[in-house]
């Protein structure tokens, strides 16, 4: 069974700090997912990725296959960011998702 | 909006009541799954649907049962709950289209009372 651990649980920013989450996982996958849950519980995929670099705006993902560890970056941190940000790691014949607590990021303006 | 609706999006029901929830999805995906979030817990997976047929229940107790009647609907059962049960249900899909992403629904907020 893959371990997912994210770091920090929580994280408080002013706005326009550059904001770092962090995810290791203990097996192998085939793809690492970061998803956002804003309150009121809709969950949002940002990124999936199995090996490199992903950017979408300010939303920078990483992932180093031989350390089984991803962070999600965040450029010049808004209000709007404020959300639950949730590592999930895949694999397996139903592309099965294993997923980290959360990190709850609260960005102050 | 991801294309995956939930309803009901709250509900309220006592331990004696016969309830269910409902997802559909009108973006071809033939994959759809079901989790439950509780408090301070991660998500956890319930069952996958693969073209209508049930391919996972990952040791959900039996008052949860689901059913996928056609490939646009996925509907979980619910019966004699518990307190415990209290949480957000999300309905996901997966389409072979964009590899292996997962689009979730909004969720239903239930409280067994």
């Known amino acids: 069974k893959n371990e997912v651990e994210q770091s920090p649980q929580n994280l408080t920013a002013q706005e326009g700090e550059f904001i770092t989450i962090n995810c290791s996982y203990s097996?192998?996958?085939?793809?690492l997912h970061w998803l956002q849950q804003h309150p009121g519980g809709g969950i949002v995929s940002l990124f999936m990725?199995?090996?490199g670099k992903k950017k979408h705006g300010r939303l920078i993902a990483t992932i180093n296959i031989q350390e089984k560890h991803s962070s999600l970056h965040i450029t010049a941190s808004h209000p709007r960011d404020s959300a639950v940000y949730i590592c999930?790691?895949?694999?397996?014949?139903?592309?099965?998702?294993?997923f980290g607590k959360g990190t709850l990021l609260t960005v102050n303006p | 909006e991801t294309g995956v609706t939930q309803t009901p999006r709250h509900l309220v029901m006592g331990m004696t009541n016969k309830k269910s929830l409902k997802c559909e999805q009108h973006l071809g995906h033939n994959a759809m799954y079901w989790y439950k979030q509780s408090a301070k817990k991660p998500l956890e997976l319930m069952f996958v649907y693969n073209f209508k047929e049930q391919t996972e229940n990952n040791s959900v107790p039996s008052r949860f049962s689901p059913e996928c009647p056609n490939s646009s609907h996925l509907f979980l059962h619910l019966h004699t709950l518990q307190p415990e049960d209290s949480a957000l249900y999300l309905c996901?899909?997966?389409?072979?289209?964009?590899?292996?992403?997962?689009?979730f629904g909004p969720g239903t907020r239930l409280t067994v009372l």
């Open positions: 990725l199995s090996s």
């Open positions: 996901a899909t997966r389409g072979s289209g964009r590899g292996n992403e997962q689009f």
């Open positions: 999930a790691v895949g694999g397996g014949s139903n592309y099965k998702l294993t």
């Open positions: 097996v192998g996958i085939s793809a």
